[in-house]
């Protein structure tokens, strides 16, 4: 999967925390090998069914702040009062496994990204409306009352988030999930079908026409 530079890609997908961007990212995963999603670290308590490792690397403010320090993150972030940020050697071992990248972080992340890496695909995800983000919300986070004040947050945060959508390349509508997959998928096959990322592949079929 390398482009005409010898790079793999990098693709940003955001959203409002709920309107369903992991589970999107999953489903399209699943069906996409040669992409892999980032992991970034999180200071965040892990929700029931998380995994250390997997979902994210959960981590302890004095962790985190040490690699910050160090310089060990591409991106970093507050948001809804925690840290998360992406470990600059996570795209670097994506990339020398020769997959693309794909990092679900939020709206300042994919700004720092942008100013980082110029090459970065970005898509943001929309909710239908601001009643199915909140139904959406409460069905994953709502079964726990301690997490009223969480989902209370994450809903005034996403009113600002919104607005971000005009500064992403593609905007899918998450709606009907298996329409917003085959868009979502869609995308991410289209850019690598890009002219310019197929000519190491188009010069040797031009060779073998010699
Ligand atoms: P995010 O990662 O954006 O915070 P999640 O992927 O955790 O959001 O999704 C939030 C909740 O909404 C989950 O319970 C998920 O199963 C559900 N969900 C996601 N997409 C849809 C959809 N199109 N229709 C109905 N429920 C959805
Ligand atoms: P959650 O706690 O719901 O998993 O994520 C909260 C928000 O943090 C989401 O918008 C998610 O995309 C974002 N996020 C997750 N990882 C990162 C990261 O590494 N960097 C940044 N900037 N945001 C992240």
């Given at each position: 999967m390398l482009n005409e530079a010898g790079e793999p890609l990098c693709f940003v997908l955001s959203a409002p925390s709920g309107a369903g961007k992991t589970t999107l990212a999953h489903a399209v995963l699943q069906r996409l090998p040669q992409i892999t999603r980032t992991i970034s670290w999180t200071t965040r308590d892990p929700r029931p069914g998380e995994k250390d490792g997997i979902d994210y690397i959960f981590v302890t403010q004095d962790a985190f702040d040490e690699n910050e320090t160090l310089g060990g993150f591409v991106e970093s972030a507050v948001v809804h009062g925690n840290n998360y940020g992406t470990p600059e050697n996570e795209i670097r071992r994506i990339h020398d496994d020769g997959h693309d990248a794909l990092m679900v972080i939020d709206v300042q992340g994919a700004e720092a990204v942008r100013t980082q890496l110029i090459d970065a695909v970005t898509i943001f995800v929309l909710p239908p409306s601001q009643k199915v983000l909140e139904k959406r919300l409460n069905g994953r986070d709502?079964?726990?009352?301690?997490n009223e004040k969480s989902i209370c947050r994450r809903l005034g945060v996403a009113v600002a988030e919104i607005d971000h959508f005009v500064r992403y390349d593609y905007l899918v509508i998450n709606d009907d999930f298996n329409q917003a997959v085959r868009e979502l998928e869609a995308i991410l096959v289209a850019e690598r079908c890009k002219q310019r990322h197929r000519l190491h592949q188009a010069g040797k079929i031009l060779e073998s026409f010699q």
């Open positions: 709502g079964a726990d009352p301690t």
